[in-house]
Structure formats: structure tokens, C-alpha cells
């Protein structure tokens, strides 16, 4: 670190507690971030983003930080610190309630990766507003099911463009868990409990798949949109409104854990970016940083230690070093459209001050975001940050834990009867569907023969592999085709 | 005398028909049944809660009144029959499948069905927070030295010669038999005052002073729960259990909490709720049949899941997925698929993975005629035969949960248990149970462990 900029990080410090309101406390940071930015030659411009922060200034939080901490409430599924427990309450008991771990793990799939090859792709769908609830991860698990259901069932690579799909963040917090009870039986069992505040999509989407989502319009979040109660009743709009349920999820691993499984570092990249174009924008999560609610534009990489917080967001799409100056993500507030960087770069090098001797990075690949802050905060609700190259992937370089890579994606998947049309039951090729059929499924599966896989590989989506998911799907396709 | 005849009889004819068919106006040709929306909320294919009141009214296309006969069927089993009425309300009290039928009165038109579904888990969509544990935290509790809890339990009978029925409250006294300090038996005196029983409210171990901070009710045990205030664990909570006897599903209960200060007198209702009563539960788990094995001869495990089978049912459940392990020195000589749902035809197969001794069982439902075999309350039968020259005194088995993906490597299918439905969506509200089962051999049978 330069003499330079280590006087700049303390001075920042130095502004976060002299503050007595988060407006001023903002207006400081912003100008003590942009001097660090300047002197560390980073590509992101610093904002007080006033019209962000001003509708808090009410609720009276006593410094930036904690107002963050508030509304970034995704609670991490194994770093709980707050909430550390010391039980002798085994799991894996009939006294059981809604729903134990191992049925929701069985409602996820790991994508294969397929190979893109384009330089960007990204969507821009709408923003929207959580106010003053630490309801992120709602917002996120909504934004990625609008979008995956806009790309699978209408066919829309688009995503949710034109909001054409408006679901209810204030139902996926009506139907959250009991964090205390999920704790105390080592995450074993989950029972709904009615809360905005903190919140996972890891299980907010196993809901889509057994409750499914609401219409916005049936329980509208604006009718709650400034509140610090918890257990807010639904409107009797709610009771019998339809419900669009999703059929199970994808799941792509942590970077860490990719790497474990054996996936190289372009299979991992190739797998996000398959998730994201074949079937809709993501839901990610990452560790909060004292300066993101100061981020204005450009390309984000923390000057500031982390926060105490998470926070989830909605991915929408990757770009190339050399796309990011003929990207805009803004032409819904501005005209002319403002490109993320003005100058082209072909890669991008920053440190970063997140991880104990500030290591320096070099990518060539960034992801845009999707906020959940209203359109008044970033870039008219969006941000951009780097993608972990090779080295971190590998684990010859730290991943701090602001990058979206250290924790797990998700997105829905949306099965029909469509999907399914070249589907052939006829497995054994012996000119009849039959039961014999599913016996010769059953007996392959797990088998690595390319012509097993391509007679039973039939589950959605194509997996590459031969399991149940496959054998659940000749059933229904039996049934279908048989007019059950 | 005959012309007259001949108009009598025309005359008879007219009126009998007249009296005979639905006063349907001549202007109204086409007979068939129009639902009147406006006064409707029964659905094609609607899931309610039981305990719902549905309520269907119809019409001639012209809007006029038509009289119909109404049938209710719940799984193809007549409930409910009204004869030439203008339209129904009734109710569903239990899960299962239902149909309507409406017949027009005296005119020929086609009847006109609806099929329906109930079920507790459509209730659980609008009944947030709640479930089969009531959990709660009183900060006031982080200010007293004492607590006594007692419990009741909320009853009624009839009284004879009335449709009423007698309240009352029943006193729970929690009893320890064998004086181990837990709680393992309620004693129940109806019409009674519960005697209290004291809960530790502060004490120190693991270096950390810890303090009740809550109570956790469960249908099979009451657990106090500690919060760290000082030392080594601040911050953390401490469960210890006060009783291993606990609240039945769908009964209500109070507790009442007050210290020797009186800064505390509080009374709180609960009831424990879930997609099934106490008793009900559609449990997969591990049953040795047929007593204890020898190491000589081959035995039999079973997974048995008495009340799986209806209420998989109830939620159109087509496809049954799940692993068992069991101990490597044991070889699996035969795995057998009794007829395990009524009125479905099933099939089944099953996949052994010999590397990690484990099998993966699967199950699917198709359309057509079911196996003429009778129901078993056994989901699959697993026989096995100790390996030779396996010195062996006990077997371990476990329906398999692997929590981390990790693991899954090790199997050639995902190793958790899946139930789809018709849609191939999951189904929620099946159990597996994972606690491993032991299985000794010549001195006794299976273990729980």
C-alpha cells in the first residue's frame, strides 16, 4: 500500500465516526473514497448518492454502516457468528415440522457447463426498491425467479425486460424460517416464520418450488414499504391468488467448492454463464463492504474493510474488459445512455483492501449486478464488478468475500411438458414404451456411456448424466403421454 | 266420444310431462348447466383447506333457475347427496380427492363435473409463523432467579342429552420416574391446577454463566434455552432438556410462567400444528422383521411407512426415491417392492452402489391397473446375508442423508430421498428417518440408535 493511500484509508475511518448524520457521514465518505480511488487509479466513481440515503435519515440509524447492516439482512447458511449455537439437540428426529434439509437438497441440480463464447450478455430488468426492511434476499430470490421464468417458460432471452412479471417480496417474507430453529437443530429442520428482516434464497426458493410465488398486486410490498414491525399480515388480496410454482433449482457451488468437485476454472465461469443466459439471471450473494452504498458507477472494487453484513443481488450478466466502455446500463434515467467506463481497457488491475496485505488482481471478465435499492442508488440500480481469475480460482490468491464467486448461485428452473417433446420413453429401442423401460433406465443410471446418456439423459434440464431426476421424468412423460 | 278420448289422452300426456321435467321455459332450447360465477367459489382443480365451506350455484344459459341433483364423492366414495336443488353449500372436513357431480332434474343434458383437492398443506399457505414447534424467547425471563412452568391441556366431552359440550382444563404434571433430573412423563388430572415444576434460571459450565432466556416446545420433549451473558461462549445459546415428553399435534395447550417476585405472570396458548395429527405421520424408516438374525441365515429389513402410502395420496405423489446404507460386510441377496399405494399401478426398481454398500430404491406410479397383490405398509423389503468369514455381532443400516454435496461422489444417483408428483414437482411433508438402525445379531434385534 502507498504512503498515499494508507493516509487515505485512515482518514476514512477517521470520517465514518465524526459524523452525526448519514447524509454528512456519506458526503465525507464519498470524498475520502474518491481520493483513495484517484490515488489507487481504480475505474469507479464515489457518490454521497443523496437520493439514496435522504428517506433514511428518518428512521435515524447512527451511521451509514448501520443503516447497511439493517437492509443488507442475507443470513449466510454457515457463518452465522450472531447466532453460534451449543446444543445437544441432534437432528434427524421424526419430530420433525414443515420441512427437514434433506428434502430441500433433493430439490437441487448442478448445471453442465456449456461453453460461451460471447463476449457479453446481460439484461436489463427492472430495479426495484427494499426500503428500509433487511429484505435483500427476498428481493433476490423475486428477481431471479421473474427472470428465469421470462427465459424458460416464455422463451424470452430477454429475461424480465418490459416487467412483464411482478412478483411478491412480501410473500417469500411471510413464508421466511425460524433462524433460532434452524440454528438449534443444525440446520436440519426449517418452520416458517413471517419476517422480512434476514432471510436466505437457499430456502426462499425451495418455497417457489412448494408454495410458488404471488403476484405482486395480491400482496403488495408498497403497502409496508416503511416499518419496523415484523410479522406483517397479508392483505386479504392473498388468500386464494394464484401461485406460480417453480419446479426445482439450480444450483452453481462456490467457486471453492467447484474446484473441489473438479471443475476447471472454465467450466466454472462457463456454468455461471450458462445459468445466466439458458435460463435467467441469478441470485448471489457477498459480504458488504463499508463503501458499496457510496458506489456511483465504473467498476467496483472495495477501498474499505467489510462490513458486518451480506447482502443478496440479482446477476444479470457478464462482459469482456474491452465491452465495458460500449456497455450502458442506465438508459432508463439517462439520455444519451452513459457507458460503465468511458476509456476502453482490455484488463483490469486492482488491490484489494478487503484481504490482509491488499493483494493485486488482474481479470479481463466482470459481472453486472442487479441492486435492490431503487433506481436513485449506483448506476441506476446496477453495478459492475470483476469476475476471480485463474489464480484465485485455483487457490493461489485469495477470493475476498465481496466477490459474488465465494458463495453459492441459484436460479429456478421451470420443467413442462415442452421441454420434454424430443424426449424418446422407448429406452431400450426395442419399439414399445413400457415397463420394461423404466427397469433399463433404472439399471444405467449412473453409467458414463455416451449412448446410455443420450437415451436416458431426459430430466430437465440435460444434465449430462444419467439419475432419478431422469426416472422421475419418464414417469411423468409416461403418465403425460398416456393421458393420466 | 273417441275424438274426446283422444284429447284427454293428449291432455294427460301434455300434463304428465309438464308435471315431470324441470320447469325449464319453452325459449330456453339448449338444456345445458350454466355455473353462476357470481355465487361460486368452487374451482376446477382448487386445493382447499379442510374445514373449507365451498359453495356452487347454476342456471339454464337463459339465467333461469334449473333444479339439479348433487353428488359429493370424496376418492370415489359418495359423502354428500342433494336432490333438485338450485344450488349447495357444504363443507370438506378431511384431505383427499373430491368431485362434484350435478345431474339436471327431469332433462336430458350431460352432467356437469368438478374435481377438487383438500389437504392441510393449502392451510399452511396462509398460517405464518408457526409448525410443529412453538419456539420463545422473554427477555424478562434475563431478570429472574426463579421460574416455576406449568402446562394444561384444553379438553371437552359431551353433554349427554345436549349437542353441547363440557369445557374444561386439565392440569399436566410433568413426573420423573426414574429420578434422572429430565422429565419423562405427564400425569393428567382433568379440572386440576397443574403443580409447577422449576427451571434452572442461571448456572455456569463450559466456563460461561449462562441464563434462561426461553423455552422450546416440541411434541416430544421441552427444552429451557440458555443465553451466554459472560465468559467463555457470550453470545452463544445453551439448550438443556427440561422433559422427553412433549404437546401433541392439534391440541391446544397454555403455559404459565411466574417467579417467586412475581415479576413474571404470564399465560400463553399454543397449539402445534402439521400437515398430519400425532400418530399419523408418513414416516419412511428401517424395521428388522422377523426377530433376531442369526449370522448363518439370511434376514429381512424392511422400509416401512404405514401412513406414507395415503398421504402421498393426498398430494398426487407419482415417484418415491431414497438410499439405503448398510454395513459393508453384509451382502444384499434380494430386494423385493410389495404393493405398497391402493388402486395405482406401480414400478419399481433399484440400484445397488456395492462400493459404498448402499442401495437406491425407486418407485414410480403410471396409469394403469393395479397389482392384484394386497397393500403393505412396506415401502420395499431388503434381504441380506453376512459375508463369510465376517465376524460380525452387530449391523448398522441408515436410510441415507448426505447434507454435503461433497458426498454425493460417492453414489452413482443423488443420495437424498425425492418425491415428485404428477407434475414432477417435489412434495413436501413426507419423513425419512435417518437415525441409524443397529441391528445385533443372536442377542436381540434392531436398536435405534
Not at chain 2, 89 to 110: D, I, K, M, N
Amino acid at each position: 500500500m502507498t504512503k498515499n493511500t494508507f493516509v487515505s484509508v485512515l482518514l476514512l475511518m477517521a470520517v465514518i465516526i465524526s459524523f452525526s448524520s448519514i447524509l454528512d457521514e456519506s458526503i465525507g465518505l464519498s470524498e475520502q473514497i474518491s481520493q483513495v480511488l484517484a490515488s489507487e487509479g481504480l475505474n469507479w466513481r464515489a457518490s454521497p448518492n443523496i437520493a439514496f440515503f435522504s428517506p433514511y435519515v428518518e428512521a435515524n440509524p447512527r451511521s451509514v454502516s448501520e443503516l447497511l447492516n439493517r437492509i443488507n439482512g442475507y443470513l449466510p447458511l454457515n457463518e452465522e457468528a450472531r447466532y453460534q449455537w451449543l446444543s445437544e439437540i441432534v437432528g434427524h428426529s421424526t419430530s420433525r415440522m414443515n420441512t427437514t434439509n434433506d428434502i430441500i437438497l433433493s430439490t437441487y441440480v448442478v448445471l453442465k457447463p456449456v461453453t460461451q463464447t460471447e463476449a457479453s450478455f446481460f439484461r436489463i430488468e427492472p430495479v426495484r426498491n427494499q426500503q428500509y426492511y433487511g429484505s435483500c434476499w427476498a428481493f433476490s430470490t423475486i428477481g431471479t425467479f421473474e427472470s428465469a421464468l421470462a427465459v424458460q417458460a416464455l422463451g424470452l432471452p430477454e429475461g424480465n425486460r418490459d416487467n412483464r412479471f411482478d412478483y411478491s417480496e412480501r410473500w417469500v417474507g411471510y413464508h421466511n424460517n425460524n433462524t433460532f430453529i434452524r440454528l438449534a437443530s443444525n440446520a436440519w429442520m426449517i418452520q416458517d416464520e413471517d419476517r422480512l428482516n434476514g432471510g436466505n434464497p437457499y430456502h426462499a426458493l425451495f418455497n417457489s418450488i412448494r408454495y410458488g410465488e404471488m403476484e405482486e398486486q395480491n400482496a403488495p410490498y408498497a403497502q409496508i414499504f416503511i416499518s419496523t414491525e415484523e410479522g406483517v399480515p397479508l392483505p386479504t388480496s392473498a388468500y386464494g391468488a394464484p401461485l406460480r410454482q417453480s419446479s426445482k433449482t439450480a444450483l452453481i457451488p462456490s467457486a471453492r467448492d467447484c474446484l473441489h468437485f473438479g471443475y476447471t476454472y472454465a467450466d466454472y465461469l462457463n456454468m455461471i454463464k450458462t445459468a445466466l443466459k439458458d435460463y435467467g439471471s441469478l441470485s448471489v450473494t457477498f459480504a458488504v463492504p463499508g463503501d458499496f452504498g457510496n458506489y456511483a458507477s465504473g467498476i467496483y472494487t472495495p477501498v474499505l474493510p467489510l462490513s458486518e453484513s451480506y447482502h443478496a443481488v440479482t446477476l444479470v450478466g457478464w462482459a469482456a474488459a474491452s465491452e465495458l466502455d460500449d456497455i450502458s446500463l442506465n438508459g432508463k434515467l439517462k439520455n444519451p445512455p452513459v457507458p460503465i467506463i468511458k476509456n476502453p481497457i482490455t484488463r483490469y488491475t486492482y488491490r484489494d483492501f478487503t484481504l490482509p496485505g491488499v493483494p493485486q488482481h488482474a481479470t479481463d471478465l466482470f459481472w453486472i449486478l442487479k441492486n435492490s435499492y431503487g433506481y436513485l442508488w449506483g448506476d441506476a440500480g446496477y453495478y459492475v464488478v470483476p469476475a476471480i481469475n485463474a489464480a484465485q480460482y485455483a487457490g493461489e490468491a485469495e477470493i475476498g468475500l465481496w466477490m459474488i464467486e465465494g458463495f453459492d448461485m441459484y436460479v429456478p428452473l421451470f420443467d413442462s411438458d415442452e421441454k420434454h417433446a424430443g424426449d424418446d420413453l422407448d429406452i431400450n429401442r426395442d419399439g414399445l414404451v413400457d415397463q420394461n423401460d423404466f427397469g433399463d433406465l433404472i439399471a444405467k443410471i449412473g453409467s458414463n456411456q455416451p449412448s446410455d446418456i443420450s437415451a436416458c439423459d431426459i430430466g430437465y434440464p440435460k444434465d449430462g448424466r444419467i439419475t432419478g431426476d431422469d426416472a422421475s421424468a419418464w414417469i411423468t412423460l409416461y403418465n403425460v403421454r398416456h393421458e393420466e | 266420444m273417441r275424438r274426446i278420448k283422444g284429447f284427454l289422452l293428449v291432455l294427460f300426456l301434455a300434463l304428465f310431462v309438464g308435471c315431470s321435467v324441470n320447469p325449464v321455459p319453452e325459449d330456453d332450447p339448449v338444456m345445458g348447466i350454466v355455473i353462476d360465477d357470481s355465487l361460486t367459489t368452487l374451482r376446477e382443480g382448487h386445493t382447499y383447506a379442510p374445514r373449507s365451506v365451498v359453495r356452487i350455484a347454476w342456471k339454464t344459459q337463459s339465467g333461469k333457475t334449473l333444479l339439479c341433483d348433487f353428488f359429493l364423492y370424496r376418492e370415489g366414495e359418495p359423502i354428500d347427496t342433494r336432490h333438485a336443488v338450485e344450488g349447495v353449500v357444504f363443507s370438506v372436513e378431511e384431505e383427499g380427492h373430491y368431485r362434484v357431480e350435478l345431474t339436471p332434474v327431469g332433462v336430458r343434458s350431460a352432467p356437469v363435473r368438478y374435481s377438487f383437492s383438500v389437504t392441510r398443506a393449502y392451510e399452511e399457505l396462509y398460517q405464518s409463523p408457526g409448525g410443529s414447534i412453538k419456539a420463545e424467547f422473554l427477555d424478562a425471563l434475563l431478570a429472574v432467579s426463579t421460574l416455576d412452568i406449568h402446562f394444561f391441556r384444553y379438553a371437552e366431552e359431551p353433554l349427554p342429552g345436549t349437542n353441547e359440550t363440557i369445557q374444561r382444563r386439565d392440569a399436566m404434571n410433568l413426573k420423573d420416574s426414574n429420578q434422572d433430573g429430565v422429565y419423562d412423563h405427564w400425569e393428567i388430572i382433568p379440572n386440576a391446577f397443574a403443580q409447577g415444576v422449576s427451571v434452572a434460571c442461571a448456572f455456569n459450565t463450559l466456563d460461561t454463566d449462562w441464563h434462561l432466556r426461553g423455552m422450546r416446545y416440541e411434541e416430544t420433549a421441552i427444552y429451557p434455552l440458555y443465553f451466554g451473558i459472560a465468559g467463555l461462549y457470550q453470545g452463544y445459546y445453551l439448550h438443556t432438556t427440561l422433559a422427553t415428553v412433549g404437546f401433541e399435534i392439534g391440541v391446544p395447550f397454555a403455559r404459565y410462567l411466574h417467579d417467586a417476585q412475581g415479576s413474571i405472570n404470564d399465560y400463553a396458548s399454543f397449539t402445534l400444528r402439521e400437515r398430519y395429527d400425532t400418530g399419523l405421520k408418513p414416516c419412511f424408516f428401517l424395521d428388522l422383521k422377523g426377530g433376531t438374525p442369526s449370522r448363518e441365515a439370511e434376514f429381512t429389513l424392511a422400509i416401512s411407512a404405514p401412513n406414507a402410502a395415503e398421504f402421498a395420496a393426498y398430494y398426487d405423489t407419482r415417484y418415491f426415491q431414497m438410499t439405503v446404507a448398510y454395513d459393508p460386510r453384509l451382502s444384499l441377496s434380494a430386494v423385493f417392492f410389495p404393493n405398497f399405494l391402493r388402486d395405482q399401478k406401480e414400478l419399481t426398481g433399484y440400484r445397488i452402489n456395492a462400493e459404498e454398500s448402499a442401495v437406491t430404491l425407486y418407485r414410480g406410479v403410471v396409469v394403469g391397473e393395479d397389482e392384484k397383490a394386497a397393500i403393505s405398509p412396506d415401502f420395499a423389503l431388503l434381504t441380506f446375508r453376512v459375508k463369510a468369514g465376517a465376524p460380525l455381532e452387530y449391523a448398522d443400516f441408515s436410510l441415507v442423508y448426505e447434507s454435503d454435496l461433497d458426498a454425493y461422489a460417492n453414489y452413482p444417483d443423488n443420495p437424498n430421498p425425492a418425491f415428485k408428483n404428477k407434475s414432477n414437482g417435489f412434495v413436501d411433508g413426507l419423513i425419512v428417518e435417518h437415525a441409524p438402525l443397529r441391528i445385533s445379531f443372536g442377542n436381540g434385534g434392531g436398536e435405534r440408535r
